[in-house]
Structure formats: structure tokens, C-alpha cells
T-cell receptor, first 114, second 118 residues
Framework: ELKVEQNPLFLSMQEGKNYTIYCNYSTTSDRLYWYRQDPGKSLESLFVLLSNGAVKQEGRLMASLDTKARLSTLHITAAVHDLSATYFCAVDSNSRGGSEKLVFGKGTKLTVNP | NAGVTQTPKFRVLKTGQSMTLLCAQDMNHEYMYWYRQDPGMGLRLIHYSVGEGTTAKGEVPDGYNVSRLKKQNFLLGLESAAPSQTSVYFC?????????????????FGDGTRLSIL
């Protein structure tokens, strides 16, 4: 059974600082997603990582995937208040193809303080 | 450009009542999903569908039924609501589900339905 763990679950940081959110998963998968959720809102797709070594960047966020270590990271550079949200990683549990049965981590609630 | 639309947005039920949540997508997606989100739990898959007329169980299917009579619609039913089913329900759809295509399309989510069961 696939398990996905994120840490930290809560992160309070100052504007301008850097930090990394970690996503570990327990079984083989080469498809990982990062989503953002604002309070009371839907989930917004940030990154899709499809292979070992994949790295994607959008603005102050950069995501990477190491399938051998079963680890993805979401790095925040020079945080700004607008990045305050909950971030989820999700891993495709179906290693033999078929549906995208995603297993989500519990989320990291990020608060960026002035 | 509606994307994924969920109806209703809010609902309060009494224990034992039944109701149906509707999800509609206008992106011609094959795959559709129902999740529930509870505080501190992330999202958990209830049921999913890989095409019109098909459904399958996810991680937490007990107490729910689903139907996919039309490609664009995916219905989630609660036959006899229980307080443990108080949650936010999200519907999602995706363009494909297989590894035959290495498309980078993620699942697209609706705005959610907040359901309270008293």
C-alpha cells in the first residue's frame, strides 16, 4: 500500500527566506504532482513530475523528483506573503498503468510573515 | 471555460437522509474521481471512473455509491448519511489515466461541496 508523507506539516517563515518541503513515498512510482490550495478553495496544479531527475520551476517555486530515493522536494526561494497556502504532493499509486489513482500527502500549511 | 463544476456548494443533512452530489466537466475527460478532504488528512479517493458506464472503488468507498451514465457527469450518492461523512467533497477529472501517453496533464478539481451531517 502506497503511503505518502510530507514534512513539515506546518511551516511559518519570514518573507525573503528560503525553505524546502519534503515529500516521501513508500512504493515505486514515477509520477508525482504538487498542488496548492488556498483556504476554502479548490486545488490548483503546480507541477507534474514524470521521471527520475525531473526538475520544474515556476516563479519562486522549484520542484524536483528522485524516484530512486522516493523523494520529491518543493523549494521556496525568497518567500513572499502570496505564497501562503497549503501545499500537497500526490503520487500515482498505479505502477502498471491505468488510472491516475493518486495518494495525497497530508499537506504542508505554509504561512509567510512580513 | 467552466472546467469541473460541482453542485451543490453547501448542504446540511440530518443523519439518515440521502442525497446526491453532481459533478460535471466540459473538457471531454475520460477519467473522473471523487475525493473527500478532512482536516489534517489530505485528500482520500472515494470512487473513480475510467469511462462512461464504469466505476471503481477507491481508498474509502464505504457508505457511498457512484454512477457515470454520461461521460461528462459523475454522481456521488449517500444513501443514509452519517455524521462521519461530514467533509468537503472534491470532484476531479483528467484527460487520460494510462502510461501509454506521457502527457503531463494533471487532475483538474472542482470547487468542492461542503457537506455537514447533523
Amino acid at each position: 500500500e502506497l503511503k505518502v508523507e510530507q514534512n513539515p506539516l506546518f511551516l511559518s517563515m519570514q518573507e525573503g527566506k528560503n525553505y524546502t518541503i519534503y515529500c516521501n513515498y513508500s512504493t515505486t512510482s514515477d509520477r508525482l504532482y504538487w498542488y496548492r490550495q488556498d483556504p476554502g478553495k479548490s486545488l490548483e496544479s503546480l507541477f507534474v513530475l514524470l521521471s527520475n531527475g525531473a526538475v520544474k520551476q515556476e516563479g519562486r517555486l522549484m520542484a524536483s523528483l528522485d524516484t530512486k530515493a522516493r523523494l520529491s522536494t518543493l523549494h521556496i526561494t525568497a518567500a513572499v506573503h502570496d505564497l501562503s497556502a497549503t501545499y500537497f504532493c500526490a503520487v500515482d499509486s498505479n505502477s502498471r498503468g491505468g488510472s491516475e489513482k493518486l495518494v495525497f500527502g497530508k499537506g504542508t500549511k505554509l504561512t509567510v510573515n512580513p | 471555460n467552466a472546467g469541473v463544476t460541482q453542485t451543490p456548494k453547501f448542504r446540511v443533512l440530518k443523519t439518515g437522509q440521502s442525497m446526491t452530489l453532481l459533478c460535471a466537466q466540459d473538457m471531454n475527460h475520460e477519467y473522473m474521481y471523487w475525493y473527500r478532504q478532512d482536516p489534517g488528512m489530505g485528500l482520500r479517493l472515494i470512487h473513480y471512473s475510467v469511462g462512461e458506464g464504469t466505476t471503481a472503488k477507491g481508498e474509502v468507498p464505504d457508505g457511498y455509491n457512484v454512477s457515470r451514465l454520461k461521460k461528462q457527469n459523475f454522481l456521488l450518492g449517500l444513501e443514509s448519511a452519517a455524521p462521519s461523512q461530514t467533509s468537503v467533497y472534491f470532484c476531479a477529472s483528467s484527460a487520460h489515466g494510462g502510461r501509454t501517453s506521457y502527457s503531463n496533464q494533471p487532475q483538474h478539481f472542482g470547487d468542492g461541496t461542503r457537506l455537514s451531517i447533523l
